[in-house]
């Protein structure tokens, strides 16, 4: 797959998962309609993180000439949504809340920021 394809793959579950967040952060939350829609937000942030993988680092440094800080991100995602899960599990809904806003903040509003700066680069 081109680094063009994956660009639009990435848009096509990025976008929507910013959406999603961002909804949620506003409505009720422990409803149906929260956990409905916190399952598809989380569904669309591993495929973005899983996507994002296979796209190379194009600015700064560099391991094996493809991975950069950026990917820390996806890193952030696939270790936050399994300890936003379990803690909400187990009745921990503070640590919930913190994982799930930190995923939001980090993943998709620091990454975008920082993918819109250097977009023109």
């Known amino acids: 797959m081109t680094y063009i394809q994956l ?3 990435h848009l096509a579950t990025v976008v929507p998962a910013f959406f999603l967040g961002t909804y949620i952060l506003f409505i009720r939350k422990g409803t149906p309609k929260h956990k409905m829609l916190g399952k598809l937000y989380v569904s669309f942030m591993l495929a973005t ?11 700064g440094p560099t391991i094996l ?3 950069g800080f950026i990917h820390l991100l996806s890193v952030l995602v ?4 399994p300890l936003a899960i379990l803690a909400i599990r187990k009745g ?3 640590a ?3 994982h799930m ?5 980090g993943a998709l509003l ?3 920021s920082l993918a819109m700066m250097l977009k023109d680069g």
């Open 65 to 67: 000439n493809h991975f």
């Open 78 to 81: 696939f270790v936050t949504v």
């Open 92 to 94: 921990d809904v503070g």
């Open 49 to 59: 993180a899983f996507i994002t993988l296979f796209m190379p680092a194009v600015v």
């Open 110 to 112: 620091i990454a975008g």
């Open 7 to 9: 660009a639009y793959l």
């Open 101 to 105: 806003l930190g995923m939001y903040v």
């Open 96 to 98: 919930h809340k913190r």
